[in-house]
């Protein structure tokens, strides 16, 4: 059964609307997810960036793509008084090792921003995932590599975690990730943990409703 998101109603305007803009480094998976939430209530715009083969999808690469879709001479989008923007990363480390380096520059810059956040998974985007159905996290041979992550997830699902479908298990995912969330000395999230559950809460305060209600006609 596909759980859809078609309860899209218009709603009055109301203090709560706001424009959610989602730039990720996966180019399907983490793209997929959050277009889940595209249309779910009009008192929340959510703004996926999509990669093109050729972008640059290093912490940097997409901190620059993300200050051009808002500054420069043609922005793609103009930021309103209670937009966010989110930069959705990985902490599994790169070729080069430039990746800690990297975020650590980033989230000094989005400090200095209005509502620019940076949220990471260690080691990586299916961590949040595997929350939506598990409430602890588990310890497993090669726990710290991102493709074993990928299968415990797919395991965690008959057929594997469907971007039409699991979305709607957000709430959970939610307070399973809060609980189980840890921070090393150097403030990153630890091994099996991640911060995506800041962004989630976001989109969850005003979209709440609709979910509960999808859910309900199960």
């Known amino acids: 059964m596909i759980l859809t998101n078609r309860l899209f109603e218009r ?3 109301s203090r709560e609307a706001k424009s959610l803009y989602i730039f990720c480094e996966g180019a399907k998976r983490e793209f997929q997810y959050f277009e889940y939430f595209r249309e779910i209530d009009s008192r929340i715009k959510v703004e ?16 620059n793509l ?16 209670n937009d966010e923007v989110w930069i959705v990363l990985d902490t599994d480390p790169d070729k080069s090792n430039s990746r800690e380096e990297q975020i650590n520059q980033i989230k000094e810059k989005c ?10 998974s260690n080691p990586c985007f ?4 595997f929350f939506h159905k598990n409430e602890k996290v588990i310890e497993f041979e090669s726990d710290t590599i991102c493709k074993s992550w990928k299968q415990k997830v797919n395991e965690s699902y008959e057929g594997g975690f469907d971007s039409r479908r699991h979305p709607i298990f957000i709430e959970e995912a939610i307070l399973n990730s809060e609980k189980n969330f ?16 800041l962004l989630a809460k976001s989109m969850f305060s005003v979209i709440k409703n609709k979910i509960r209600a999808i859910k309900n006609k199960l």
């Open 11 to 13: 709603q009055s305007p």
């Open 126 to 129: 299916e961590v949040w995932l």
């Open 111 to 120: 400090n200095q921003k209005v509502n620019w956040f940076i949220v990471e």
């Open 48 to 63: 996926v960036n999509k990669l093109s083969p050729n972008d640059d999808n290093s912490p940097n690469g997409l901190y």
């Open 182 to 197: 840890q921070r090393n000395e150097n403030g990153r999230p630890t091994k099996g943990s991640s911060e995506v559950h």
């Open 66 to 81: 993300a200050e051009s879709s808002f500054c420069g001479t043609k922005p793609k989008f103009t930021l309103q008084e």
